[in-house]
């Protein structure tokens, strides 16, 4: 397996959670890595990335809200969400930031109740 997310569950709105997803490539610590969602009946969609160097960009929808961070010595990717809304609920997953991706994981399921 090649990232390996986890961390999500059932939460009610304004709660919290930190998902974290591991990278079994040896060339982690050289790509800009992104977290994804996908919503029951939509695209898989990028919602924030980290480059190499630590530098962060997020969607419009997650700004101020997700914070997203790495740890190349654990070859890990992570993903604090705030304040989570209903609209969050979707599968999360971690890869690179553009193609040649990484065979994709199963993703971790963040599920929001109002």
């Known amino acids: 397996v090649q990232l390996q997310a986890s961390g999500g569950g059932l939460v009610q709105a304004g709660g919290s959670l930190r998902l974290s997803c591991v990278a079994s490539r040896s060339d982690f610590s050289i790509n800009t890595m992104g977290w994804y969602r996908q919503a029951p009946g939509k695209p898989r969609a990028l919602v924030a990335f980290i480059t190499a160097g630590g530098n962060t960009n997020y969607a419009d929808s997650v700004k101020g809200r997700f914070a997203i961070s790495r740890d190349n010595a654990k070859k890990t990717v992570y993903l604090l969400i705030n304040n989570l809304e209903p609209e969050d609920t979707a599968v999360y997953y971690c890869?690179?930031?553009?193609?040649?991706?990484?065979?994709w994981g199963q993703g971790t399921q963040v599920t929001v109740s109002s």
């Open positions: 890869n690179k930031y553009s193609p040649p991706y990484y065979t």
